[in-house]
């Protein structure tokens, strides 16, 4: 064996090949442990897409006190609220740190308005046209970080309910890329086929009703809610078991790089 021009005897051909071997093995460790990670695989997974569309969050309105409001404007409707609640992550993909997992709380705030005015049909009464924002901030910080959930809607957003009824409902969906995006600090939303919302509201009064103007009547109400997309939204956070294998190994791809030199 020849190593920079030098003829090798065969004690020393054998510990060169035995080094070089160690060195490839060592590499191929480090590969295998990093691309057989959970972290890995959601890197990789951007591509793949669930067949259906599914729930990943919902919130409770806390004491269900009337806290969403519709108002009236004469040539628009502007619909708002700020409320506390119990928010809850669901269905998503990957580590959800513990102070993630379960019901926490949080304030939701929306804001939306519209000049398209309602119909009447079949004794139910419908509004679109409505466009806004909402957000749900944590009351406890995670890691320095509170933005649960926020989102935009364009002006496909729709209040539906039955005319004179105490309940109505508002909710807006994709196919359109821009009619709902899904923001937050602890979930990516990846190359998402659909993004939606739907939000419940009882106790409405006074009852839900176009006003004489064709736009709905002011109210007030309680609500509550659920988010879903397709894809599921994936974690931003590694598992723990992520992290040790990761720097498992490049601590093998460090020790093989030194023992090149």
Same mark, same amino acid.
């Given at each position: 064996?020849?190593?920079?021009?030098?003829?090798?005897?065969?004690?020393? $051909?054998?510990?060169?090949?035995?080094?070089?071997?160690?060195? %490839?093995?060592?590499? @191929?460790?480090?590969?295998?442990?990093?691309?057989?990670?959970?972290?890995?695989? &959601?890197?990789?997974?951007?591509?793949?897409?669930?067949?259906?569309?599914?729930? %990943?969050?919902?919130?409770?309105?806390?004491?269900?006190?009337?806290? %969403?409001?519709?108002?009236?404007?004469?040539?628009?409707? #502007?619909?708002?609220?700020?409320?506390?609640?119990?928010?809850? +992550?669901?269905?998503?993909?990957? +580590?959800?740190?513990?102070?993630?997992?379960? +019901?926490?709380?949080?304030?939701?705030?929306?804001?939306? #308005?519209? @000049?398209?005015?309602?119909?009447?049909?079949? /004794?139910?009464?419908?509004?679109? /046209?409505? &466009?806004? =924002?909402?957000?749900?901030?944590? &009351?406890?910080?995670?890691? /320095?970080?509170?933005?649960?959930?926020?989102? #935009?809607?364009?002006?496909?957003? @729709?209040?539906?309910?039955?005319?004179?009824?105490?309940?109505?409902?508002?909710?807006? =969906?994709?196919?359109?890329? #821009?009619?709902?995006?899904?923001?937050? &600090?602890?979930? =990516?939303?990846?190359?998402?086929?659909?993004?939606?919302?739907?939000?419940?509201?009882?106790?409405?009064?006074?009852? $839900?009703?176009?006003?004489?103007?064709?736009?709905?009547?002011?109210?007030?109400?309680? /609500?509550?809610? @659920?988010?879903?997309?397709?894809?599921?939204?994936?974690?931003?956070?590694?598992?723990?078991?992520?992290?040790?294998?990761?720097?498992?190994?490049?601590?093998?791809?460090?020790?093989?790089?030194?023992?090149?030199?």
């Amino acid at each position: 064996m020849f190593i920079r021009n030098r003829v090798l005897s065969p004690t020393a $051909f054998l510990i060169a090949l035995a080094v070089r071997s160690s060195r %490839f093995l060592v590499a @191929t460790i480090a590969a295998a442990v990093i691309f057989s990670t959970p972290l890995a695989a &959601s890197l990789t997974s951007s591509g793949v897409n669930s067949q259906n569309t599914v729930t %990943f969050a919902q919130f409770l309105d806390i004491g269900g006190t009337n806290s %969403f409001v519709m108002t009236n404007n004469g040539t628009s409707d #502007t619909f708002t609220g700020s409320t506390q609640i119990l928010f809850g +992550y669901e269905n998503i993909s990957g +580590y959800l740190l513990p102070a993630l997992q379960g +019901y926490e709380t949080a304030t939701l705030t929306i804001s939306a #308005t519209t @000049t398209t005015t309602g119909s009447i049909n079949n /004794g139910n009464v419908q509004e679109s /046209g409505f &466009s806004g =924002s909402f957000s749900i901030i944590a &009351s406890t910080p995670v890691m /320095g970080m509170s933005n649960l959930l926020s989102g #935009t809607f364009q002006s496909l957003a @729709t209040f539906t309910g039955g005319n004179g009824a105490n309940s109505a409902t508002f909710s807006d =969906s994709t196919p359109n890329s #821009t009619e709902v995006i899904f923001t937050s &600090s602890f979930i =990516s939303f990846v190359n998402p086929q659909t993004e939606a919302f739907g939000l419940s509201f009882s106790s409405v009064n006074p009852d $839900f009703q176009l006003a004489v103007n064709n736009f709905i009547a002011n109210f007030t109400a309680a /609500g509550t809610g @659920t988010f879903s997309s397709n894809p599921p939204p994936i974690s931003d956070i590694p598992e723990p078991s992520s992290i040790f294998s990761m720097g498992l190994g490049l601590f093998a791809l460090a020790v093989c790089a030194i023992s090149r030199r």
